[in-house]
């Protein structure tokens, strides 16, 4: 995934993932499907990344402003089809 000129890796490790559905009081699963009907908000985006990234940015909501929305949601549905055992791509 790309911010501001930058390339950043997505790792889902269980932690994470575990603290994405406490924060957002959803399960993955209810939030693939959100992020795949395109109804994900920006502040969900922020947790997702916030929570997976290595090395996160630290301005990121203004990243995500300035980046390509579009490729960032297609990284972290990467991420989720990764999760859920439908590819093996890194991100």
């Known amino acids: 995934m790309i911010l501001d000129g930058k390339s950043y890796i997505l790792r889902p490790t269980f932690t994470a993932l ?27 985006l922020v947790i997702i990344i916030t929570q997976c990234a290595i090395d996160s940015p630290q301005n990121i909501r203004q990243s995500l402003v300035r980046g390509e929305l579009a490729h960032i949601i297609e990284a972290i549905s990467r991420m989720f089809a990764a999760v859920f055992g439908g590819c093996d791509e890194s991100t």
């Open 18 to 44: 575990n603290n994405i559905e406490q924060q957002l009081s959803v399960g993955l699963v209810a939030l693939a499907r959100k992020l795949s009907e395109g109804n994900i908000m920006l502040e969900e």
